[in-house]
Antibody
Framework: EVQLVESGGVLVQPGGSLRLSCAAS????????MNWVRQAPGKGLEWLSF????????YYADSVKGRFTVSRDNARNSLHLQMNGLRPEDTAVYYC????????????WGQGTLLTVSS | QSVLAQPPSVSGAPGQRVTISCTGS?????????VHWYQQLPGAAPKLLIH???NRPSGVPDRFSGSKSGTSASLAITGLQAEDEADYHC???????????FGGGTKLTVL
């Protein structure tokens, strides 16, 4: 069974940094493209980043380009999102999601981790 | 402001049929990539409901169906049940933005 477990969400002050993690199990992690998607309180879903199974290529939404960095460790079946220069509008639940190569949809989602950016 | 437009809410009585629309443009829904739908139950993560316009993953009841025409898509739910009460999100890929894009989500209330 595919399992994705996000962690790292906390309360951070504006301008701060944080690293989110996603632990994967139940599938061959390196065979799947991974994504981060967030959902601000009471809002819709917003795609943030993509990383291929090998780690290259990587893509970002314009809203986070230059501030967020995605990485993966296939040996440890883990995905990470380094977030710098955090803003109050980054407050959201952050989900990791799998994507099968050659498709354009997100197969499986974690339960999410809440990041709050506030002073 | 989401790239794909969905109605904020829809409602229906048990047993009825409801549809949720998703409107885009020639750079997303009207392009070569499909439209996908996710169901998000209260307090839960999104779950893939329909992929590539009309396809249901294993385990999704056939009460759920999707369609696409031009730059719009629809999700239909027949035989509405109380457990269908959730938020529904459409998604596609935008070739102009080079980004995966979502609608703003539609809250389905079962009366």
């Amino acid at each position: 069974e595919v399992q994705l477990v996000e962690s790292g969400g906390v309360l951070v002050q504006p301008g701060g940094s944080l690293r989110l993690s996603c632990a994967a199990s139940g599938f061959t992690f390196s065979s799947y493209e991974m994504n981060w998607v967030r959902q601000a309180p009471g809002k819709g879903l917003e795609w943030l980043s993509f990383i291929s199974g090998s780690g290259n290529p990587i893509y970002y939404a314009d809203s986070v380009k230059g501030r967020f960095t995605v990485s993966r460790d296939n040996a440890r079946n883990s995905l990470h999102l380094q977030m710098n220069g955090l803003r109050p509008e980054d407050t959201a639940v952050y989900y990791c999601a799998t994507k099968t190569p050659g498709t354009s949809y997100f197969d499986h989602w974690g339960q999410g981790t809440l990041l709050t950016v506030s002073s | 402001q989401s790239v794909l437009a969905q109605p904020p809410s829809v409602s229906g009585a048990p047993g009825q049929r409801v549809t949720i629309s998703c409107t885009g443009s020639s750079s997303n829904i009207g392009a070569i990539y499909g439209v996908h739908w996710y169901q998000q139950l209260p307090g839960a993560a999104p779950k893939l409901l329909i992929h590539d316009n009309t396809n249901r993953p294993s385990g999704v009841p056939d009460r759920f169906s999707g369609s696409k025409s031009g730059t719009s898509a629809s999700l239909a739910i027949t035989g509405l049940q109380a457990e269908d009460e959730a938020d529904y999100h459409c998604q596609s890929y935008d070739i102009s933005l080079s980004e995966w894009v979502f609608g703003g989500g539609t809250k389905l209330t079962v009366l």
